[in-house]
């Protein structure tokens, strides 16, 4: 007895005056400890047996993997570089199931912007069709180059990168210079595997010839250029709060400065000249025969001219964005998303027209 009470004494008092389990049982089962019992994590699960925990707790295991997975793929696959000529590449934002049904939406951006400039319209679109959102050539993220400037070259590019990515049917949509692009795409590659076309805030250029039809906005424009050559930086804020009319915070515009002045200045000089006074594009209105959907700013100086443009184009739709700049989609992306998704939506309920002859 004293040994005992020696160890009693030894223990510490919490221990010792802990009261013995109620019901304990004194049969050979009494010794088993079942594992799952008091576990917070599985007590959900506690009405089924063992064997059937184990085997649902290993299944969702395996979903949170594949949910995890699919998450990191998905992020991954966002951002690529695409090989368009001999070094040459294309950066592109491709999201959305590349399995899609629906027709790839390919958004094609600005003068000195890059595809990022597209993101309101590529969240409220990829949950069920692909939207690839690009830099064209020497702007954004895509290689630089001495040439190749011109929405023809552009054009080209567009043509092999589709072909690369695998995409067969698509809606081009351009906005300012990408309007130019989808011009001279459809100029030499036709409309076959065109679905629709958006054209946004801008007018196909006639080329030089736009000089004499229009020679106070061509002195304007070329006014500019020696400014942009002067300070490159001043130039451009100067041009985003011009495009863009809805508050930006600073970091927002910093970021915006930042992306156009990865294009080398005397590029971006080119570039407007080839754009707006290179190549005669006009016949593309004619050559348009997919649904098309024209969207313009209040503000614009193009604005009677878009409606002609539109009138031409059999079967177009034409609106207005009211609190618009230039940028309309970013200004106003509800209502351009919404435009845009109706269009898309009357696409997908109607019947193929036939292949454009090119």
Not at 139 to 163: C, F, I, M, N
Not at 276 to 286: I, K, L, P, Q
Request: charged share 20%.
């Amino acid at each position: 007895m004293a040994v005992r009470k020696l160890r009693s004494e030894a223990l510490p008092a919490a221990t010792r005056n802990r009261r013995p389990p109620q019901n304990r049982r004194s049969d050979a089962n009494a010794s088993r400890v079942d594992p799952w019992a008091d576990s917070t994590f599985l007590r959900p699960l506690r009405g089924e047996a063992p064997a059937e925990r184990i085997a649902m707790i290993f299944r969702s295991i395996f979903l949170l993997i594949g949910l995890l997975l699919t998450t990191a793929t998905s992020a991954l696959a966002r951002d690529r570089d695409v090989d368009v000529a001999p070094d040459i590449s294309l950066h592109v934002i491709d999201s959305g199931p590349e399995d899609a049904r629906l027709p790839t939406l390919v958004l094609i951006p600005g003068w000195g912007f890059a595809g990022s400039i597209w993101s309101a319209q590529i969240d409220a679109f990829d949950d069920h069709r692909r939207v690839i959102a690009i830099d064209p050539r020497s702007q954004g993220d895509s290689t630089k180059t001495a040439d190749g400037y011109t929405p023809e070259q552009r054009a080209d590019d567009l043509h092999v990168l589709l072909g690369k990515l695998g995409v067969r049917r698509f809606v081009l949509v351009g906005w300012s210079q990408g309007v130019q692009d989808v011009a001279a795409y459809v100029l030499r590659h036709g409309t076959a595997p065109v679905d629709g076309v958006v054209l946004v805030d801008s007018m196909i250029s006639g080329g030089a010839a736009s000089v004499a039809a229009s020679p106070g906005m061509a002195a304007q424009q070329l006014g500019l250029l020696p400014i942009l050559a002067a300070s490159p930086r001043d130039y451009t804020e100067g041009l985003m709060r011009a495009v863009i009319t809805r508050p930006l915070a600073p970091a927002e515009l910093d970021a915006l400065i930042s992306e156009a002045l990865k294009t080398p200045t005397a590029i971006r000089a080119a570039m407007l000249v080839a754009d707006m006074f290179g190549a005669d594009r006009s016949a593309a209105v004619a050559k348009i025969d997919r649904p098309a959907l024209i969207i313009a700013s209040p503000r614009s100086s193009e604005l009677a001219a878009q409606r002609d443009m539109a009138a031409k184009i059999a079967g177009s739709e034409f609106h207005i964005v009211d609190n618009a700049g230039h940028a309309v989609f970013f200004d106003q992306p509800a209502r351009f998303n919404a435009l845009l998704g109706e269009f898309l939506a009357h696409l997908s309920s109607t019947a193929p027209r036939p292949a454009g002859a090119g």
